[in-house]
């Protein structure tokens, strides 16, 4: 499968962004997915993974309650709905598939290239 993220920019801290990956070339909802993020200087780390039907999601405790992951497998399309977005959100991030039922933190075997997110103080 391939992928390609989406929606990144420039936002003030507090502000809120969406980030698309668009998926190709298989089945979209055989595939559990993943965002992940690297800040400038620091390692790629998990951010929030969904089920390939939607119905689970995981987030990384940093993004609990402002960061929500959703998917609409018609439009073989997941979503990062990022909200109330701080300077430490600052990233290059990247959506990630897995052939599995279930998200998880670990294991992805395809991914997007980066979008960039650079939140302002």
């Known amino acids: 499968v391939q992928l390609q993220a989406s929606g990144g920019g420039l936002v003030q801290a507090g502000g809120s962004v969406r980030l698309s990956c668009a998926a190709s070339?298989?089945?979209?909802?055989?595939?559990?997915m993943g965002w992940f993020r690297q800040p400038p200087g620091k390692e790629r780390e998990f951010v929030a993974g969904?089920?390939?039907?939607?119905?689970?999601?995981y987030y990384a405790d940093s993004v609990k309650g402002r960061f929500t992951v959703s998917r609409d497998n018609a439009k073989n399309t997941g979503y990062l709905q990022m909200s109330s977005l701080k300077p430490e959100d600052t990233a290059v991030y990247y959506c990630?598939?897995?052939?599995?039922?279930?998200?998880?933190?670990?294991?992805?075997?395809?991914w997007g290239q980066g979008t960039q997110v650079t939140v302002s103080s």
């Open positions: 070339g298989r089945t979209f909802s055989n595939y559990a």
């Open positions: 969904i089920s390939w039907s939607g119905a689970g999601t």
């Open positions: 990630a598939a897995k052939n599995a039922p279930r998200t998880s933190a670990v294991n992805y075997d395809y």
